[in-house]
């Protein structure tokens, strides 16, 4: 079985495809303005009735709506792109390493437990100490040309080098 993979935030995998949403629909309400305005401002270019207001005027809502079309294509790419880099995290993040399962009884019987050991056959008297060489052992250290510093008394009189 895998290990499971680290959680992610409901945020991080909710935001990315809302923010597609929003930007696929920017998209779509700049093209119906844009083909809405182009149409009226032919329409004024064509008609012998048309006013200044109209032609002049329709020019600047193509603009406007070449403009909100122009934020719905950038949105959806965007959009993707931060969709892309999220699966790329998810795809790459660190998997939890699993849980060790408890040793069974059975299973740790056969490592040894400290209340199998056997201490009835052991004595302590009929310990061998005969063969150990304890002469050559320097129990009191050539301390000569060592100075002793003395401890202070509370913690705080050791920051305090006076």
Do not use: C, K
Not at 24 to 45: P, Q
Not at 73 to 101: H, N, Q
């Amino acid at each position: 079985m895998p290990a499971p993979r680290r959680s992610i935030s409901l945020a991080a995998l909710v935001i990315p495809p809302a923010a597609l949403l929003a930007s696929v629909a920017v998209l779509v309400l700049g093209i119906w303005m844009t083909i809405a305005e182009n149409d009226a401002l032919v329409a004024a270019l064509n008609s012998p009735d048309a006013t200044a207001a109209d032609v002049y005027g329709g020019q600047s809502r193509v603009v406007v709506a070449g403009a909100v079309l122009t934020a719905g294509i950038l949105a959806v790419v965007i959009s993707l792109a931060t969709v892309a880099v999220t699966g790329t995290i998810r795809a790459f993040a660190p998997r939890l390493a699993p849980a060790a399962a408890p040793a069974s009884d059975q299973e740790a019987d056969g490592f040894g437990d400290i209340d199998d050991l056997d201490t009835d056959d052991l004595d302590i008297d009929d310990l061998d100490t005969d063969d150990l060489d304890t002469d050559d052992l320097d129990t009191e250290a050539d301390l000569d040309g060592v100075e002793a510093v003395p401890r202070p008394a509370h913690p705080a009189d050791a920051a305090d080098p006076r």
